[in-house]
């Protein structure tokens, strides 16, 4: 994608492999990979020797993103930014505050080519995948830029992160380097709208991240006609993903259901969404979690979203079907912090 070489996205041992095919000194890597991974500019490094800093400088990427728009929310303080990258494209994250600690949302994408009709950040299609170095630099530059910590990451942002399967991944070994950001996996969540083969290859990298499932539906009409990618992996083929990753890893699944008002909310897809899950995992003894959010209404969409009492109602109805079942917050109501909204708005 660059002719640049990206040195946020090396590994110590690769690092040093970069290092020393340009005559340097092993010990350069350690110096170096610490200061990449907190965002210090190669020119900035000081305890690197000044013609080393500048050829660096001169023949590597600075991939970490700028703040190009910031909107913080009056009501909860959420943040969210929209991140220019180096090439000029745009992407976002949102900063959510909570009494345990900073959540950040990233993007894994510049925009999706899933297709997922209440989602607006796929409606001008996939530009290109993040660099490994761009999905960690949006922790850099918010953490920057806010001047706190951030504890947890979730990748929901723009982008579907299991169609940029082996960038994702090397981003989840960079974040939870002990010499880098340090951010445990068990503090790191991942949503897909339902790539089974990636399904089944993340299941064979045993991380201990939690996976988030974008479910929103109970039959394979009504997903299909919201997801298209429920065309290629229908519910069966993606539950079935879901309890291999279950009886593989030990972690517990996370199911996201987008309440659409007349589309998917009414009490008879609550009792439809228990059944379908309590059977699906039945005898694995694997805990049911569903994750209830209010569609976010987007202009160019037109979906409108359940009252606050019709969403607590079916989730009632999910908890005495045996699924524990949440409605998810809604943070930063006040500056379309949606997935997607701000990008389209700035283009």
Known sequence: MTEKTDLYSMLPSELEAYLTSLGEPKFRAKQLFPRLQDGTPISEISNLPKALRERLSAETLNPIP?????????????????????????????LMKYKHGNTLCVSSQVGCRMGCRFCASTLAGRVRNLLPSEILGQIIAATRDSGERVSNVVMMGIGEPLDNFDNVVRFLALVNHADGLNIGYRHISLSTCGVVPKIHELAELDLPITLSI??????????????????????????????????????????????????????????????????????????????L??????????????????????????????????????????????????RRSNS
């Open 293 to 342: 959010i209010r569609v976010n209404e987007v202009a160019e969409i037109g979906f409108k979203n359940p009252s606050t009492e019709s969403a607590n109602k079916f989730a009632e109805l999910l908890n005495s079907r045996g699924c524990v079942a949440t409605v998810r917050r809604r943070l930063g109501s006040d500056i379309e912090a949606a997935c997607g909204q701000l």
């Open 66 to 94: 700028t703040v190009e728009k910031k909107l913080v929310s009056k009501i909860d303080g959420t943040v969210k930014y929209l991140f220019k990258l180096y090439d000029g494209e745009c992407i976002e994250s949102v």
């Open 214 to 291: 974008s479910l929103h539906a109970t039959t394979d009409e009504q997903r299909s006609a919201i997801m298209p990618v429920n065309n290629k992996w229908n519910i069966e083929e993606l539950l079935s993903a879901c309890v291999s990753y279950y009886k593989k890893t030990g972690r517990r699944i996370s199911f996201e259901y987008t309440l659409i008002h007349g589309k998917n909310d009414t009490e008879a897809d609550a009792y439809a969404l228990a059944r379908l899950l309590t059977s699906a995992f039945r005898g694995t003894g694997a805990p049911i979690h569903v994750n």
